[in-house]
């Protein structure tokens, strides 16, 4: 996780101190693929910009907990809003919604998770971008069970995420 942090830095005193307009993506219609770097699996997202300052980004993830017969679903929604369009760095804030669901044997139980996040995002060209973000979440679990091993059923949590993203756009 130490990484994580280390990268977002990176990438905020690369914004502020290479602040030029040589390439500027995310214009309004664009769409693009994106990776995300998260704590337990990879996420996909496709990012759409509505405006050249709004982003709407659909995420998916799957992966497989300790037991194999178990899979682990997460779908998720952010909209962000960026500062500074048409330029290379553009900081940003917005909002995640998440929704963890497992599924074992036709059973299933979810968790809510809500939250701000803020960061930015830097283009390396018309194409390509590196974001790093950092997440206030509220998860409501699930009033059965957790999809999350460490969280009690029934009860409300508030939890914090870094997120490195990879971006293609189109």
Same mark, same amino acid.
């Given at each position: 996780?130490?990484?994580?942090?280390?990268?977002?830095?990176?990438?905020?005193?690369?914004?502020?101190?290479?602040?030029?307009?040589?390439?500027?993506?995310?214009?309004?219609?664009?769409?693009?693929?994106?990776?995300?770097?998260?704590? !337990?699996?990879?996420?996909?997202?496709?990012?759409?910009?509505?405006?050249?300052?709004?982003?709407?980004?659909?995420?998916?993830?799957?992966?497989?907990? !300790?037991?194999?017969?178990?899979?682990?679903?997460?779908?998720?929604?952010?909209?962000?809003?960026? !500062?500074?369009?048409?330029?290379?760095?553009?900081?940003?804030?917005?909002?995640?919604?998440?929704?963890?669901?497992?599924?074992?044997?036709?059973?299933?139980?979810?968790?809510?998770?809500?939250?701000?996040?803020?960061?930015?995002?830097?283009?390396?060209?018309?194409?390509?971008?590196?974001?790093?973000?950092?997440?206030?979440?509220?998860?409501?679990?699930?009033?059965?069970?957790?999809?999350?091993?460490?969280?009690?059923?029934?009860?409300?949590?508030?939890?914090?995420?870094?997120?490195?993203?990879?971006?293609?756009?189109?």
């Amino acid at each position: 996780m130490r990484l994580i942090q280390k990268i977002l830095v990176f990438i905020i005193l690369l914004g502020t101190v290479t602040a030029t307009n040589v390439f500027a993506g995310g214009n309004a219609g664009q769409v693009g693929i994106g990776f995300t770097v998260a704590e !337990s699996s990879p996420v996909f997202i496709f990012h759409y910009w509505a405006s050249e300052k709004l982003t709407i980004s659909p995420e998916i993830s799957v992966n497989h907990l !300790s037991d194999p017969s178990i899979i682990r679903t997460n779908f998720g929604l952010t909209l962000a809003s960026h !500062s500074r369009p048409a330029e290379s760095f553009r900081p940003f804030f917005g909002v995640g919604f998440n929704y963890d669901v497992a599924t074992s044997d036709g059973n299933s139980v979810a968790d809510l998770y809500i939250g701000p996040l803020f960061g930015a995002e830097y283009f390396f060209s018309d194409n390509f971008s590196v974001s790093g973000a950092y997440q206030v979440a509220v998860i409501i679990t699930d009033d059965v069970a957790s999809p999350s091993i460490m969280l009690r059923a029934g009860t409300t949590y508030i939890t914090t995420a870094q997120l490195l993203t990879v971006q293609y756009y189109f």
